[in-house]
């Protein structure tokens, strides 16, 4: 079973604009979503819609917090939160015809009590794997997420921002840098596909046993102890892009569970964005058939190590 801890969960309110936003003018529009995210929320949504175990656990508090709480429990998915007494945080990403805007807040603030509390959590599900996704809200620190790394028999994972990637201490099983993240963990500057590759083998070295590098639209690579593998991405329509790193964790993740090989895991994960990109917020699409789809993604080995 995988254990999806967020740390920071959030309402997503993603809302659409067929107009250039501008200062001063009130935009109207009557097409807004709002969904159950974070980024260990998501991967659970889509872990569980790619047919493998997932629970759902971090902090929730407040209306924003039952929202949350009553979507996943509507989707069926399963959960085991620790309730906080501040209030879930509310992120908007506005699509508007001058592009993608992503205002995220910080979040509520976290007491030692509550981290403990989430570590007892963790213990009592017994996961096979722990992710640890998104943001750390105010009083949470990154010796909590070693804590938790270290908590138990568990393989852990975390998709979280670069500067948090370069600073974790324990040993992880994979991390999901983007191409900014890539940067800002290594100092790097992260352009082409070789300074990605040499930004991801560098947090390889560090520690990292899978480093898992999405490109956005160039697709993903895989840097493994033997070798780094390149998938690109589909040639889809793309809606806008929330949740797409989450997509390819969760293709990952899912792949791992099922048994699949390490080229497997990676042409699910950008399978699996693919289809994620072509959806209004972190919506999960049909996921079903990813497993067994006939759409070729080519796998090629980049290097061997
Ligand atoms: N424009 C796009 N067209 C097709 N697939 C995309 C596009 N943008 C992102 N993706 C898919 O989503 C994955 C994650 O996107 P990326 O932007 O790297 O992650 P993040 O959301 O973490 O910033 C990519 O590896 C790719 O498979
Ligand atoms: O914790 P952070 O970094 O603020 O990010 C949270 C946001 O990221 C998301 O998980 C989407 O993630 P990605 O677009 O990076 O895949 C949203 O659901 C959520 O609002």
Redesign the pocket.
């Known amino acids: 079973m995988i254990l999806t801890v967020t740390p ?1 969960p ?1 309402v ?1 309110h993603t809302i659409h604009f067929d107009e250039p936003l501008q200062t001063g003018v009130v935009h109207r529009t009557d097409d807004a979503v709002f969904t159950a ?3 260990g929320i ?1 991967v659970a949504k889509y872990v569980s819609a790619l047919d493998a175990d997932a629970t759902a656990s971090g902090f929730l508090g407040g209306h924003f917090g039952k929202f949350v709480r009553d979507r996943l429990d509507a989707d069926g998915i399963a959960s085991d939160f620790v309730t906080i007494d501040a209030d879930t945080r509310l ?1 908007t990403t506005v699509l508007a015809e001058d592009g993608e805007y992503k205002l ?1 807040h910080n979040g509520p603030q976290i007491r030692p009590a509550d981290v403990d509390e989430l570590v007892e959590t963790a213990q009592a599900n017994e996961p096979d794997t722990l992710l640890v996704g ?2 750390l809200p105010p009083g949470m620190s990154l010796s909590d997420v070693d804590r938790l790394a270290r908590a138990g028999d568990w393989k852990i994972a975390v998709d979280m ?1 670069g500067e948090y990637l370069a600073e974790l201490d324990a040993d992880y099983y994979v991390c999901k840098p983007n191409r900014s993240e890539l940067a800002a963990a290594t100092g790097r500057t992260v352009e082409t596909e070789a300074d990605a590759v040499e930004a991801a083998e560098e947090l390889h070295a560090r520690g990292f046993e899978y480093v898992l590098a999405s490109l956005g639209g160039d697709g993903a690579l895989l840097v493994t102890d033997d070798e780094v593998l390149s998938a690109p991405a589909l040639d889809v329509e793309v809606v806008d ?6 997509a390819v964790m969760s293709g990952f993740l899912a792949a791992r569970e099922h048994g699949l090989s390490d080229a497997d895991a990676l042409r699910m994960g950008v399978l699996t964005a693919a289809r994620v990109v072509g959806v209004a917020g ?1 919506r999960v699409p049909h996921l079903e058939d990813v497993l067994t789809n006939e759409t070729r993604v080519e796998v090629t080995t980049v290097r061997t190590r």
């Open positions: 920071n959030a997503d995210g974070g980024k998501n992120n995220n998104g943001s921002g892009t929330v949740g797409a790193g989450d972190t």
